[in-house]
């Protein structure tokens, strides 16, 4: 197997969409930090092949990345030349795809020649492909992480299961497993041989007994035979007598139940006298029915005169609505000088009304002037208050003043020196002053108050003044408009009067009208009662022309009864239908039926008796053979030529079994040496024989080899101990004998790796199919000095015309100097995620 492209998303920690191509590559190291996701790479092309890893082979859904809700691998590969794609897919949720596909080849556009689907499926063909389980895998081509000694610490048992898948020593199980089906196969012959020897046996006790029956059987067929012509004849004759009598039967009851079928003669006098009495009433019901047409045409006839005399419906209507305009005309008259009336009232009572606001307008406009006047006087008296208050008030200060002031001193206001103080006089008066002046402005305002009472009174009445004038105005205007109306009103009424005298006369025209329309509906009235008269008369000549048509019916029907009996007699003869004519085909028809009802039976008579007479004939000829007189002779005949038939068959086909078994022993030898054979065969291929050798050499050739190979890294401090315990032998400490538990991760790994580079050498020489390998880790635990022998032993799984590719994962920073086609990893330690650097691609 080797992988040629691997493809993962949401795989650990591959969170996007991630392809390796290791097309034309032999020797790829994978570097990076730890957690970069190196081992990763290994466990999914693990995973795509066999859908478990060497650290998660139980829970797998714990490989999707953390933020995923599934992950996708998948890996195309090449095995013996065919081109190999593994697909898996898990999920969180719900069920995983397993997908295994054989390719026409390494091309996007590949036709896909096989399809294997589901988990155990896939897994059973890769194992079946590279000859080895998951766990042999594990321990030959991917050293993984922490289990470089698998192989070293394996059972011989394990170790046998790796060498069988990579030696291809599978091949001997399928080898054992044919041997065991051709014994099985070989045994199941001698078991159906032994019962056909039993079958030959119960052939030859049953051969006389065949070879008698078919004697007996072909002398009965010919006895048989030898009479068949006569008894042919005399059943014949039998089979047309009976033949006949059954026909004369059958006519019989036909024509009994012909006459059966026929009509009672009493319903056939019903049907006539019914047919009669129908017509009749036709008859006078279509006479009454005229003279109500008549009847209609009279009354019709009177109404329409009416109606051009008095008028018909719409002139009453026209009438009537005259008549109401009337009556409304007139009301509009007395309501319109009622209304005339009450403006002329109120037209009085709002001249009055002006009259009485105009004399209160003039009133206020007085009552106006006066408190002008008062409120003038009391404005001239509250300015001579505070003129006379101003006056006391300088007077207070000057006298104030003269007490500051002395004689030789600045005045304290003009600071001028006063030269002498004046004589003082009589203080002023300035609260009387006070006084005088609040008493004058409350005089003021008392005056100013009553002017604006005044105004506001003034206003009003002038306003009232005018509105009343207005009013007076407008109920003129009604007042005009009332007796224009009242006016009109009588204009319209005596137009009404005028045309209803014209046409209906002097008089009430209610009344009038009433009398017109009476006269009118009596009219109408005996018209609705003869054409009611004239439907009645129209229905009753339908009823009787509908029980006339069934009369009818009745008749049609006895007719055609009576045809349908005529065509059973054989005669198409149509029958009329009148009631003679009904009458006169009943009568000739029941002598018919009676005269062939004895023809009949005279038929049948004699058929009975040339039937008997037959009968009796062939019951003596099969009385001979033991046979029934109705049995059918020809399938008697045929039955004892089939029976002969059959008795010479058996004696033919038991002779020939017994001729065919002839050869029964020589097969029995050849069989049992067969089953010996395959016996002997089975033994040998069994795991603990020859297997077991094969496989004891290749361990052994293993251990020297691997030994050559440890010696050249360790410059021959170890190597492998002789027998195939693989036991590691230290040179330096006397050759002591150590086990794999024993041994440090350095010597673990360069142990593991001397066994892989032996491994693949003995498989490159026998054309095996190792042809990878996955190493992971291990170089941490080697010295400079070691880790470039490891290195150079690797190059030797590459080395040659072997097209094999060796992966190597590594932190170890030498790695970076050490290879030259890397796939260079790194950690995003924001996400956690890988991110590839480089070499994704083929270097």
């Known amino acids: 197997m080797r992988p040629r492209e691997l493809t993962v998303q949401g795989f650990r920690s ?15 190291g994978v570097v990076g930090p730890i957690g970069a996701g190196k081992s990763t790479i290994l466990d999914a092309v693990v995973f795509a092949l066999y859908g478990k890893t060497p ?31 593994a697909q898996r897919a898990l999920r969180r949720r719900g069920q995983s795809q397993h997908r295994l596909e054989r390719l026409a080849k390494d091309a996007d556009d590949a036709e896909v020649l096989e399809t294997v689907l589901q988990e155990r499926p896939v897994r059973q063909r890769v194992e079946r492909l590279l000859g080895m389980t998951f766990d042999a895998f594990c321990r030959s081509v991917l050293l993984a992480q922490n289990r470089f000694a698998e192989f070293l610490k394996a059972t011989p048992t394990d170790r046998n299961a790796v060498l069988k898948g990579v030696f291809g020593y599978e091949r001997f199980d399928a080898a054992l497993a044919a041997a ?4 099985r196969g070989v045994e199941l012959e001698l078991e159906a041989l032994a019962q056909e020897g039993s079958r030959l046996d119960e052939a030859r006790s049953r051969l006389d007994e065949a070879r008698a029956e078919a004697e007996t059987t072909s002398a009965r067929h010919a006895s048989l035979d030898a009479t068949r012509e006569r008894l042919d004849v005399l059943t014949q004759a039998r089979d047309i007598a009976l033949r006949e009598a059954t026909e004369a039967e059958g006519r019989t009851a ?21 047919a009669a009495a129908a017509d009749d009433a036709v008859r006078l019901a279509q006479e009454e029915m005229t003279a109500a047409d008549d009847a209609r045409k009279v009354a019709g006839a009177e109404l329409e005169a009416i109606s051009e005399r008095v008028g018909g419906h719409a002139a009453f209507q026209a009438f009537a609505a005259l008549v109401e305009k009337l009556d409304h005309e007139a009301r509009a008259v007395e309501q319109a000088a009622a209304a005339t009336q009450t403006a002329a009232q109120e037209a009085k009572a709002a001249r009055a009304a002006q009259e009485r606001l105009a004399r209160a307008a003039t009133t206020k406009r007085a009552a106006l002037d006066a408190a002008t006047t008062a409120l003038e006087a009391a404005e001239a008296v509250r300015a001579e208050a505070e003129s006379a208050l101003h006056v006391t008030q300088h007077a207070e200060m000057a006298h104030e003043l003269r007490r500051e002031l002395i004689a030789g001193e600045p005045c304290p206001v003009c600071d001028r020196v006063v030269e002498r103080v004046p004589r003082a006089g009589a203080a002023p008066k300035v609260a009387a002053a006070d006084r005088a002046l609040a008493k004058a402005r409350g005089a003021e305002g008392a005056a100013r108050d009553a002017k604006e009472r005044a105004a506001a009174g003034a206003a009003t009445a002038l306003e009232q003044a005018a509105a009343g004038a207005e009013r007076v105005e407008a109920l003129a205007i009604q007042l005009a408009a009332r007796e224009d109306a009242a006016r009109q009103a009588e204009a319209a009424l005596a137009t009404t009067k005028s045309e209803l005298v014209d046409r209906l006369g002097d008089g009430d025209p209610r009344a009038l009208l009433d009398e017109r329309q009476h006269e009118l509906e009596l009219a109408e009235a005996a018209v609705r009662a003869s054409s009611a008269e004239a439907d009645a008369a129209r229905t009753a000549l339908e009823t009787c022309r509908a029980r006339a048509d069934e ?18 007699l054989g005669q198409a003869r149509p029958v009329g239908t009148a009631a003679t004519d009904v009458r006169s085909s009943y009568v000739e028809l029941g002598e018919t039926l009676m005269e062939r009802l004895a023809e009949a039976a005279e038929a049948g008579d004699r058929a009975a008796a040339g039937a008997h007479a037959a009968t009796e004939a062939v019951a003596a000829e099969l009385a ?51 089953r010996d054979v395959a016996r002997r065969l089975a033994a040998d291929l069994q795991p603990s024989r020859f297997l077991a050798y094969l496989l004891e050499e290749e361990r052994a050739a293993l251990a020297d080899l691997g030994s050559v190979h440890l010696e050249e890294l360790t410059d021959g401090a170890y190597r492998f101990s002789d027998d195939d315990a693989f036991h590691v032998l230290d040179m330096n400490a006397g050759a002591a004998d150590r086990t794999a538990d024993s041994l440090s991760g350095g010597e673990t790994f360069l142990a593991s790796l001397a066994l892989a580079l032996a491994l693949a050498e003995m498989v490159t020489r026998g054309g095996g199919r190792l042809d990878s390998f996955l190493l992971d880790e291990g170089f941490g635990s080697l010295d400079a000095e070691h880790l470039d022998r490891a290195m150079d032993g690797i190059g030797r799984l590459v080395a040659g015309d072997v097209d094999r590719l060796v992966v190597v994962v590594s932190h170890v920073e030498q790695m970076r100097q050490l290879m030259e086609d890397l796939i260079v990893l790194d950690k995003d330690v924001r996400t956690g995620e890988t991110r590839v650097l480089s070499g994704a691609g083929p270097a």
């Open 14 to 28: 591959y969170r996007g969409g991630t392809t390796f191509d290791f097309r034309g590559r032999r020797l790829v």
């Open 55 to 85: 650290s998660f082979e139980r829970d797998t859904r714990s490989l999707i990345h953390q933020l995923e809700d599934g992950c996708h691998v998948e890996l195309l590969f090449e095995v013996d030349g065919e081109i190999w794609r």
């Open 180 to 183: 065991k089906d051709r014994v």
């Open 254 to 274: 036909q024509l009994h139940a012909t006459a059966a079928a026929l009509p009672p003669a009493e319903r056939l006098e019903q049907v006539a006298d019914d």
């Open 551 to 568: 009369a009818g019916r009745g008749l049609a029907t006895l007719a055609n009864e009576l045809a349908t009996a005529w065509g059973l």
């Open 624 to 674: 001979a053979f033991d046979l029934p007189p109705d049995v059918d002779v020809a399938r008697v005949v045929a039955d004892a030529a089939a029976a002969a038939a059959a008795s010479a068959e058996r004696v033919r086909s038991i002779e020939e079994t017994l001729a065919a078994g002839a050869d029964l022993e020589a097969r029995l030898v050849v069989a049992t040496g067969a």
